[in-house]
């Protein structure tokens, strides 16, 4: 019965592996390869040596052989159990033998013990996961950048599980969500492959909604222009969730980049713009020159000039007044795209009309009044007089100098009224 049991043992370990085959892929030369390899690897441990051993494995029947090779030495020579047989043992197996011939016996591997079996269990299931991780690394190594739609496994706090059509187990990080993305067991939803990391041979495919290459990829896959070849998306800035600016160039001139991208009555980016969580999409033409590129990634703002300095990549932008409000943009998000897009940080101004071109003061002049780290707060993003400091727009005065709103007002009073007092 013991032996029975373990022989079921053996064979239900062999039928494992055979549907792991079958669901996994693993291709035939690499099942047998690794079956035989973990026979070899126990048959060392128990013998010394595993030399000497055939290992058949039938992996389509789920079964297998192990024999054992040995030469007939002379009685009383025998050096080394595991090679050599005595002529008396050799010839009660077929009475033929003589001393210098080779003997070949079927190995029942069950009665090696329980041990034994354990340790097959065991190395089988190390060679597995080696070839799970394999496969899942091959597979994934050379997608990064692509579209993959996948089912919602397990949400957690701070990622989602999904699989593929595979059930390989990919990971979408609270980092790459957009904030307002609601994942569900069992829907389908879509990604982009951020990277592959393999650390200690244990792959991890991370997935990403936030990513500008996703936005690109679903670009790419409503614009046939963009697979053709004749529009190139050259830059990309998202908020994810929020809001987003895209620069295209045509290389066709009979084509309209942004109008191609855009669609009849917004058609083509309508689709995106639901899979984004409602994420605004504003398509601009892409240009080499600077001034004029800063001037569009703005809008709907209408600039009035612009002054540029390459060195330390910054921009100053004036408009009228009743502008600012547009290029700022609730919350910033209209110039923080734009600073992205362009790669440039861009400060925005209130033109002054000539008639209001009064004689200006040095912010060092009100420290009796403001508190001087408020005054080194703004001083340090290039604001260093009175009037600079009332041309620029409270919102970026509130951000850029990281001062509180009641700060911000409190020195905007007393700057005022030094000139209406004048």
């Not at 734009?338 to 002054?352: K, P, Q």
């Not at 290039?382 to 709103?405: C, F, I």
Request: some cysteine; aromatic content about 6%; charged content about 35%.
């Amino acid at each position: 019965m013991v032996a029975r049991k373990k022989d079921e043992n053996i064979l239900s370990m062999v039928d494992t592996f055979k549907e792991f085959k079958d669901t996994k892929n693993i291709d035939r030369m690499t099942l047998v390869s690794v079956l035989e390899e973990s026979f070899r690897n126990v048959l060392a441990r128990i013998f010394g040596s595993d030399e000497n051993f055939d290992v058949i494995v039938n992996p389509d029947k789920g079964d297998f052989e192990i024999y054992r090779n040995r030469m007939v030495v002379a009685d009383g020579e025998v050096e080394d159990e595991n090679k050599q047989i005595a002529l008396a043992e050799a010839q009660k197996i077929e009475p033929d033998y003589e001393v210098g011939e080779e003997v070949t016996e079927r190995v029942d591997f069950a009665k090696f013990g329980r041990r034994a079996i354990l340790t097959l269990r065991q190395t089988l299931a190390s060679k597995i996961l080696e070839l799970e991780h394999d496969s899942l690394y091959n597979k994934y190594k050379d997608r990064v950048g692509q579209v993959i739609a996948g089912e919602v496994y397990q949400v957690w706090k701070r990622e989602v599980l999904i699989v593929d059509d595979e059930n390989n187990e990919l990971i979408l990080p609270k980092s790459e969500q957009i904030p307002a993305d609601q994942y569900r067991k069992g829907e389908t939803i879509r990604a982009v492959i951020l990277r592959v990391d393999n650390e200690n041979n244990n792959p991890k495919i991370i997935l990403s909604r936030t990513s500008p290459m996703f936005l690109e990829r679903l670009l790419e896959a409503e614009v046939p222009e963009i697979n053709d070849g004749l529009i190139s998306i050259k830059r990309i800035a998202r908020m994810p969730g929020e809001r987003a600016k895209i620069a295209v160039e045509s290389y066709d001139e009979r084509i309209d980049p942004v109008g191609a991208c855009v669609g009849v009555r917004g058609s083509r980016v309508h689709g995106i713009v639901r899979e984004l969580c409602n994420e605004n999409i504003d398509v601009i033409n892409y240009t080499a020159n600077t001034k004029l590129f800063i001037q569009r990634a703005l809008s709907p703002a209408q600039v009035s000039s612009i002054n540029i300095d390459e060195e330390t990549r910054k921009a100053e932008v004036f408009l009228r007044p009743e502008e600012v409000s547009l290029a700022i943009g609730r919350g910033g998000l209209n110039i923080k795209l734009a600073s992205m897009l362009t790669e440039y940080t861009i400060d925005v101004f209130r033109e002054v009309a000539e008639g209001e071109a009064d004689e200006d003061i040095y912010l060092d002049e009100f420290s009796d009044e403001v508190d001087q780290w408020v005054i080194d707060a703004i001083k340090s993003i290039g604001l260093d007089t009175a009037k600079a400091v009332l041309n620029a727009p409270r919102e970026m005065l509130v951000e850029k100098a990281d001062l509180e709103e009641e700060t911000v007002d409190n020195l905007l009073r007393v700057l005022r009224a030094e000139f209406e007092q004048g």
